[in-house]
């Protein structure tokens, strides 16, 4: 993946040689606002809807709409470690998954609620075809009186996946929201930092990782003898948990 992009890169460039010597995996790169990156066979189920804010408001490609917990009902409202609001996602077959991202509830008017319903701990379960247990794990994105961000909230999965199960254990108020569930092949969430061990003048390689078609990270080669001595070039990308945390 990331010597395909960077190739390409490189191929429009001409003059630049480089060789890889080391690439810590798995990584990849910038993919995940790609089409093609997105998977899109499943289909999903809430254990609580409110009016017309139905979970398939978070499948419908629109941040600005959203899913909503039924609030209106004090039985069934705010989820809690004892009564979690459930979201499942189930695919039409066992799919490969990398990442598993929620979009939250957007804007920040309070007034308007926009805060309103946004995860601040979940429970995540991923199932396989026999609805077994593949992992699990628990997050804690805020707590105490933090109001969440709209920021996404990227978990990996990095699993050949049936279905993906998330409990709401703790929101916002008093509903659970969600703008838009999406899953990817791969993520670009995985590293925190990539360094190389040679670049030319502006050239850092931070370029090839910038979502920017038209800049690119270029290896040294107008300085000389020195360029054989900066080959090969390394490039290290150190991967980072999931996001957000506070
Ligand atoms: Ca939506």
Redesign the pocket.
């Known amino acids: 993946m990331i010597h395909e992009r960077i190739e390409k890169l490189l191929l429009s460039t001409v003059s630049a040689v480089m060789i890889i010597s080391s690439v810590t995996w798995p990584v990849s790169v910038r993919a995940t606002e790609t089409a093609n990156n997105k998977i899109t066979n499943f289909s999903l189920q809430a254990s609580s809807e409110y009016n017309t804010n139905r979970i398939d408001?978070?499948k419908?490609g629109?941040?600005n709409?959203?899913w909503e917990s039924n609030w209106a009902d004090s039985n069934n409202s705010r989820p809690s470690e004892e009564k979690p609001i459930v979201v499942t996602a189930t695919f039409t077959e066992p799919t490969k998954v990398g990442v598993m991202r929620i979009v939250p509830r957007q804007g920040n008017d309070s007034n308007k609620g926009d805060q309103n319903g946004r995860i601040k701990k979940a429970k995540y379960t991923m199932l396989n075809n026999n609805d077994e247990v593949i992992k699990e794990e628990t997050k804690v994105y805020f707590t105490g009186e933090q109001v969440p961000t709209d920021e996404n909230i990227d978990v990996e999965i990095n699993a050949t996946v049936k279905k993906v199960k998330i409990e709401i254990l703790s929101a916002y108020s008093t509903t659970a929201t969600m703008?838009?569930l999406e899953f990817y092949k791969e993520s670009d969430s995985w590293y925190s930092n990539v360094e190389a061990t040679t670049a030319h003048n502006d050239h850092a390689i931070a370029k090839a990782f910038d979502n920017n078609p038209d800049t690119f990270w270029h290896s040294n080669w107008a300085n000389g003898a020195k360029v054989n001595a900066e080959h090969p070039a390394d490039v290290t990308i150190t991967r980072k948990n999931t996001t957000p945390m506070h």
């Open positions: 408001k978070a419908d629109d941040k709409t959203f703008a838009e």
